[in-house]
């Protein structure tokens, strides 16, 4: 009930509504009436804003667990072409690579990083590619004249669900060093989706 000549006067905020996303940082609101009391006809409408907008922040939003790490090569000398297949799957996450084809299949689509580990046969060569989807997006020479060395590369490649990675010889014949202390290995993790 109003008396005549009053102003209005705000409610108390009311609660705050939900989070406009399901996971990471946005906004929600409240809001507030000018019904306490509500204005006579001559009485001044409250000053200030009916509706108060905040951040709000849930849970981190969770990535998918996409990781794999494979090692010990199933041919030492792969040619031209050939697909070089890593036989252990020390490590598969989201159940990407196929250790008998040695290709990776992106279970989910994102940015994935993909690292390479190759020993080289004293006095030999290695040319290799990381491909994507058929494509050479990583390719290198590696060589060593006195020693058996391994080396590395690695690669970021954007993937839609469904797309493949593999390792392969890239030309000629590929003399690879495979013992207990050299080990070749094929790695790859999702870092974003």
Known sequence: MSIACSDGGWTAWGFWGTCSITCGGGFRSRSR??????PSLSGKYCKGDTIQV??????VC???NVAFRSKDVVSTI?????????????LN???GYDKTTGIFTAPVAGTY??????CVEKGHDVDYAI???????KVGHFSDATWELCYSA????????GSRVWVKCDYDTCYLHQRTHYSNTFSGVLIHS
């Open 33 to 38: 009436t000018c019904t306490n009391p509500i």
């Open 54 to 59: 905040g951040a709000c922040s849930n849970n």
């Open 62 to 64: 969770k990535e998918p």
């Open 78 to 90: 792969p040619h031209s072409g050939q697909t070089i297949v890593f036989k252990t799957a020390t």
């Open 93 to 95: 996450e989201g159940s």
């Open 113 to 118: 990083l993909f690292s390479i580990q190759l």
């Open 131 to 137: 491909v994507v989807d058929g494509v050479n997006v």
């Open 154 to 161: 690695e690669t970021v490649a954007i993937l839609r669900s």
